[in-house]
Structures are given as C-alpha cells and as structure tokens.
C-alpha cells in the first residue's frame, strides 16, 4: 500500500495528466516467491517445485510472459522507483508480525 501511494503521490505532485504504469521493479516468478517464503519460515527447500502453467491447466493463450509492465516513464517523470518484489513480501511479513 506504501509503495502505492507513494508513486500515486509522485504523479500528482507532477500535476499532469496521462497514462502511468505502476509495476514492481522486475519480475517475481511464484517459485520464487514460494522460495523465499519457505526459507523465511525455515520449510525444507525440497518442498517447493516448480511447474509451469500449462502442465497445471492453464489456456497457453492466458499466460503472460512477465508479472511486472514497465514503468520506465513514471520514474523518469517523478522520480518515483519500484521496489523489488522480495522485498514487499519482507515489509509485509514483518508488518503482519509486528501486528
């Protein structure tokens, strides 16, 4: 949500109209993802696979080659940077356990 509001923020201060992308900085594969939690909770690293979509089901025409769109152009005009994926799921985990 911070990181939100903080490229929101950074547009409007801008004061001009237009199309943004708002992204993470690079792409986080669900592996991955799944990775890092695992390791982070202290889980076996075995217990984490990775699969591709399609062998799990999903249309070859509904799977996108990237999870994150560029947002080049809103950091160029704002200054505003994506964080890294990793570390969003860190700030939210040690959000949740400060709650």
Same mark, same amino acid.
């Given at each position: 949500?911070?990181?939100?509001?903080?490229a929101l923020t950074a547009?409007?201060?801008r004061g001009e109209g237009?199309?943004?992308?708002? %992204?993470?900085? !690079?792409?986080?594969?669900?592996? #991955?993802?799944?990775?890092?939690?695992? &390791?982070?909770?202290? $889980?076996?690293? +075995?217990?984490?696979?990775?699969? %591709?979509?399609? !062998?799990?089901?999903?249309?070859? #025409?509904?799977?996108?080659?990237?999870? &994150?769109?560029?947002? $080049?152009?809103? +950091?160029?005009?704002?200054?505003?940077?994506?964080?890294?994926?990793?570390?969003?799921? #860190?700030?939210?985990?040690?959000?949740? &356990?400060?709650?």
């Amino acid at each position: 949500m911070e990181h939100s509001v903080d490229a929101l923020t950074a547009i409007a201060a801008r004061g001009e109209g237009g199309i943004y992308q708002v %992204s993470g900085a !690079s792409d986080a594969s669900y592996y #991955e993802i799944a990775s890092y939690l695992a &390791s982070r909770i202290g $889980a076996e690293s +075995s217990l984490v696979r990775p699969c %591709s979509a399609g !062998s799990r089901g999903l249309p070859a #025409e509904e799977i996108t080659p990237f999870t &994150s769109l560029d947002c $080049a152009r809103l +950091s160029d005009l704002t200054g505003f940077h994506p964080p890294q994926p990793l570390n969003v799921i #860190e700030e939210a985990l040690l959000s949740e &356990s400060e709650s």
